[in-house]
T-cell receptor, first 110, second 114 residues
Framework: GQQVMQIPQYQHVQEGEDFTTYCNSS?????IQWYKQRPGGHPVFLIQ?????EVKKQKRLTFQFGEAKKNSSLHITATQTTDVGTYFC??????????FGSGTRLLVRP | DAGVTQSPTHLIKTRGQQVTLRCSPK?????VSWYQQALGQGPQFIFQ?????ERQRGNFPDRFSGHQFPNYSSELNVNALLLGDSALYLC????WGRGANVLTFGAGSRLTVL
């Protein structure tokens, strides 16, 4: 079945440093979504990318969808303590079930 | 505009018991998906309900069953609980007409099996 992999598993940064997480799918995706889960919380939808090579920005967050629609990245510029949490990518499989990656946990030192 | 509500928030059961978890979807949503999230892992798809029928199912045994009611709310039932069923159970709602795969999650029900 489809697999969605994320790296790194953990990232510990100093506040103000940049952060990037990478997502790779074993199959071509019709779209990719990103969710954020704060410690003790639940996943919250951030964004959906649909087009090959698409780039979207939300303030300090930049999301990219690869040309082959099999990979994606999330880049945070100048991290803040409010960015702490686990970031998940997710893509639909051939029967449209949303498959989540294992997530990247971001820790920010103040 | 109420979001997704789940109950109970926490519960403790013993091996072999049965549990029922409940979910009310976000207003305007008609599709409910259930996910299991073990500690430190990503959410794993259990099943999805639309029009009171199970539409998709993940790789979970028949001990996991569900139901959707005419008002779109849903229940997840787990029989013969095992220690490995301890996890956060997340309900997510969506709108079938938009491809049903942009999800709004509830806060989850944390199940501990002793």
């Amino acid at each position: 079945g489809q697999q969605v992999m994320q790296i790194p598993q953990y990232q510990h940064v100093q506040e103000g440093e940049d952060f990037t997480t990478y997502c790779n799918s074993s199959t071509t995706l019709s779209n990719i979504q990103w969710y954020k889960q704060r410690p003790g919380g639940h996943p919250v939808f951030l964004i959906q990318l649909v087009k090959s090579g698409e780039v979207k920005k939300q303030k300090r967050l930049t999301f990219q969808f690869g040309e082959a629609k099999k990979n994606s990245s999330l880049h945070i510029t100048a991290t803040q303590t409010t960015d702490v949490g686990t970031y998940f990518c997710a893509g639909p499989d051939s029967s449209y079930k949303l498959i989540f990656g294992s997530g990247t946990r971001l820790l920010v030192r103040p | 505009d109420a979001g997704v509500t789940q109950s109970p928030t926490h519960l403790i059961k013993t091996r072999g018991q049965q549990v029922t978890l409940r979910c009310s979807p976000k207003s305007g949503h008609d599709t409910v998906s259930w996910y299991q999230q073990a500690l430190g892992q990503g959410p794993q798809f259990i099943f999805q309900y639309y029009e009171e029928e199970e539409r998709q199912r993940g790789n979970f045994p028949d001990r996991f069953s569900g139901h959707q009611f005419p008002n779109y709310s849903s229940e997840l039932n787990v029989n013969a609980l095992l220690l490995g069923d301890s996890a956060l159970y997340l309900c997510a709602s969506s709108f079938w007409g938009r491809g049903a795969n942009v999800l709004t999650f509830g806060a989850g029900s944390r199940l501990t099996v002793l």
